[in-house]
């Protein structure tokens, strides 16, 4: 049997950015090589004066209208095929840092909790029965929204591609069962979302598989998978972030995504 491993990028205490796997106690133990690549962890611990994202994406794509629950309560018609758009790679934060609300448009700004997959090898044309072998793991991600831009463009990019617009963490997590975990979105202690990645309609294989189609996937590339139901823009009333909120973006397994959030000046 294979053990899942929890990757960890982080600062040590010389602020050098250095890969990291958790021990059973809690600590890390630095990697030598290329997540992408060879590698091997090591016994040596490493001190970490900051957890930082888990990695730095080589391209973010994104999943609309994957859960069935959330498609109903923003009354949309349910897709065909996936719907996928992208995320700027320059939104992407770590655990602990702040969401800023942007300057244009600050007033309309959701969450949304997200299974990331993270592609750990160059790969194109990939069936789902294969999926596996170019997966290296899955982490947490939120997909920040500015509700009022997405609207008023007719399509996303933009609305979630703010710099801060995608939180990411706090790790990766290897050899895990991507088909049923638990997913939670907790607002300053209220629980928003609460769902199970089983009741997504295009699973993780089919949506890896229907990227890759024709389309390279350099390693490091993420796939955000889509969100459950719970989103504050459906809500009554509707609920956005604002300054001084702390928003945390939990699946069982990987672990707890925890940002703040801050107006930018």
């Given at each position: 049997?294979?053990?899942?491993?929890?990757?960890?990028?982080?600062?040590?205490?010389?602020?050098?950015?250095?890969?990291?796997?958790?021990?059973?106690?809690?600590?890390?133990?630095?990697?030598?090589?290329?997540?992408?690549?060879?590698?091997?962890?090591?016994?040596?611990?490493?001190?970490?004066?900051?957890?930082?994202?888990?990695?730095?994406?080589?391209?973010?794509?994104?999943?609309?209208?994957?859960?069935?629950?959330?498609?109903?309560?923003?009354?949309?018609?349910?897709?065909?095929?996936?719907?996928?758009f992208a995320k700027a790679i320059t939104s992407v934060i770590g655990q602990g840092s702040e969401i800023h609300l942007p300057a244009v448009g600050p007033d309309h700004?959701?969450?949304?909790?997200?299974?990331?997959?993270?592609?750990?090898?160059?790969?194109?044309?990939?069936?789902?029965?294969?999926?596996?072998?170019?997966?290296?793991?899955?982490?947490?991600?939120?997909?920040?929204?500015?509700?009022?831009?997405?609207?008023?463009?007719?399509?996303?990019?933009?609305?979630?591609?703010?710099?801060?617009?995608?939180?990411?963490?706090?790790?990766?997590?290897?050899?895990?069962?991507?088909?049923?975990?638990?997913?939670?979105?907790?607002?300053?202690?209220?629980?928003?979302?609460?769902?199970?990645t089983a009741e997504m309609i295009h699973s993780v294989p089919q949506l890896v598989e229907f990227?890759?189609?024709?389309?390279?996937?350099?390693?490091?590339?993420?796939?955000?998978?889509?969100?459950?139901?719970?989103?504050?823009?459906?809500?009554?009333?509707?609920?956005?972030?604002?300054?001084?909120?702390?928003?945390?973006?939990?699946?069982?397994?990987?672990?707890?995504?925890?940002?703040?959030?801050?107006?930018?000046?």
């Amino acid at each position: 049997m294979i053990c899942a491993m929890k990757l960890y990028r982080l600062l040590d205490k010389d602020s050098r950015t250095t890969y990291a796997a958790e021990a059973d106690d809690g600590t890390y133990r630095r990697i030598n090589g290329d997540i992408f690549g060879e590698y091997a962890v090591t016994n040596a611990p490493v001190q970490a004066r900051e957890v930082l994202a888990p990695l730095a994406p080589a391209a973010i794509f994104a999943i609309g209208g994957n859960y069935r629950s959330h498609i109903e309560e923003v009354h949309a018609s349910f897709p065909d095929a996936p719907v996928v758009f992208a995320k700027a790679i320059t939104s992407v934060i770590g655990q602990g840092s702040e969401i800023h609300l942007p300057a244009v448009g600050p007033d309309h700004v959701d969450y949304e909790v997200e299974l990331a997959v993270v592609i750990g090898k160059t790969c194109r044309d990939v069936p789902a029965e294969s999926v596996g072998e170019v997966i290296l793991g899955y982490t947490v991600a939120n997909d920040v929204s500015a509700r009022d831009w997405q609207k008023r463009l007719g399509q996303w990019v933009r609305a979630k591609s703010f710099d801060t617009f995608c939180p990411l963490g706090p790790c990766i997590v290897t050899d895990i069962d991507p088909s049923d975990l638990h997913l939670k979105t907790t607002l300053n202690g209220q629980v928003m979302q609460d769902a199970s990645t089983a009741e997504m309609i295009h699973s993780v294989p089919q949506l890896v598989e229907f990227i890759s189609a024709d389309l390279t996937l350099p390693a490091g590339t993420i796939i955000l998978t889509g969100t459950p139901s719970g989103v504050g823009e459906a809500r009554s009333p509707q609920v956005y972030l604002r300054p001084g909120d702390t928003i945390t973006c939990e699946i069982d397994g990987i672990g707890e995504l925890t940002n703040t959030v801050k107006e930018k000046h």
